[in-house]
């Protein structure tokens, strides 16, 4: 079509697949990596297989990893008795940066949401149920606070009640719609403080 | 608030119109088609950040253009000035409410900033129309007077679609446990609105009856009940409510699989208009209704400007021509007690012993251009 090249133009395709990169930015990224040195071209685009190659999920918290477990879930200087349950794995990186939090993780893959076909079967729910141990002390609920964030902890937090384990949410003190992952650290912080049992 | 003067580019039939307004009533005088109601709607969309009867921001885009711009600078009542820009770029479908040079990231936030009431002939469907065109009447002016009450629409509007969705997929199958978390988040946001509907409507109450009766000579008494989509005993509190709810959603189930859609909630509430004690929608003249509407209007005015930080602007849109001699006379002279009040009109006849001058001023509108302006 519009390219004389059908190489740039694959490139393009392939940029404009990724998230919040349109057609524009897409052309510009491609003229930009026809400048860049070889050799950097080869380091990127093997920085890009080595990422599907080497990066799994932790089997335990899901979170990702690169040896499994993963270092969370296999350190000892992490308590143990404390699981903090969250969306995607962005939000691992959140809490952490909060360094508020020395407990575990446990990564669901996403909120409930029937209009995204996500069901509670397409979440790591039944992998948390397993995971609690008569010393796991406290639940923490710490999903976006949104209406699909809110939808997925009334859930989890029927589904733990038998199990009587302390549960409980972090603060709605997030604006509302936001996502955990672009809370910054100082109101993430604040929303760990004030967490509310269930 | 004030609305000291609007740019239009690309509006409507406004291909570049700049208005300098007067403080106080401002009369856009023209000929039917010529772009009175369209200046009214670019108002519209400085305060509410959209048009208050188009339903795409693509319909009031000027016809072969890919972008519309309304500029202003807007008064507060403590005298500071804003610049309010709304762009609208067709080619990415992107709207940008910007306040200031800062975009605003969540339009809903801008509801209640810049208080506005609107009497336009769309509005003849709050009497004679649908429950959904009263339910859209109170939301609106709760909205722009509690931005939680903005906030927890929004998000009740996802609870629906969500659980909706659910429904439609079930094609009639028992869905009960998916259905679980979202029965909850829509009992708990539900509740919440119908909460705060009651106290609207009790707090409402008394500014209805003092407009109507100073539009109203004889005694004819308005009044407003609210019939919440389920029969709470006991006073409409929190508690009461969620519990009417409950019971009702699982009274509702296979009703609810079988028409595959959500049947209880405030989306299905219903408000009553009665003059005295006879259903304004079955018994009312075209007059009362008329009236009705024009007091409802008038009280939406002063219930703003005592709950909104900044007093409210007053769009009239063809409002005087439908009404009898004494009765427009009476709302011209509660209009002239308002704040800024823009008013559409076919004639001046009305306005004629008008003075024009700084607070008053006329704009003869003319093919999507200001043909002449009367300042003096
Ligand atoms: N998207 C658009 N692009 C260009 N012109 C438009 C667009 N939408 C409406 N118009 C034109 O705007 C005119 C209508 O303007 P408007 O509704 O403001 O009239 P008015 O002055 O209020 O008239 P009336 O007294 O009949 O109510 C019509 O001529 C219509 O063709
Ligand atoms: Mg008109
Ligand atoms: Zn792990």
Redesign the pocket.
Known sequence: MLYTSESIERLVEQFAQLPSIGRKTAQRLAMHVLKMPREEVAAFSKALVDVKDNVRYCTICFNITESDPCSICSSQKRNRAIICVVEEPNDVIAVEKTHEFNGLYHVLGGALSPLDGVSPEDLKVKELLSRLQDDTAEIILALSPNVEGEATTLYLGKLLKPFNIKTTRIARGLPIGSDLEFADEATLTRALEGRVAL | MKILNARLSNF??HAETEFNFGSHMNVLL?E???????TLEALSFLCLTKSFYASTDG?????GKTFFEIESTIQSDTGKELRVRVAYDDQQKKKKFTINSADTEKFSSVIGMFPVVILSPENNSITFGSPADRRKFIDLVISQSSTAYVEDMVEYRRILRQRNKILTEARGKDCAADLLPWNEMLVKYGARIIHKRNMFLQEFAPYIAQTYSHIVDERETPKIEYAPTVKVSGDLSLENIIAALETKLQKKKNDELRFQTTLVGPHRDEIIFSLNGMLLKHYASQGQHKTFLVALKAAEFFYLKERCSDTPVFLLD?VFSELDEQRSGKLFSIVESLGQTFI?T?SDKMFGGAEWNSHRRKFI?RNGTVAQEATA
């Open positions: 409507r039939n023209g039917n088609g010529m772009g009175k109601t369209n319909t009031v885009l000027q016809r063809d559409t076919t509108i």
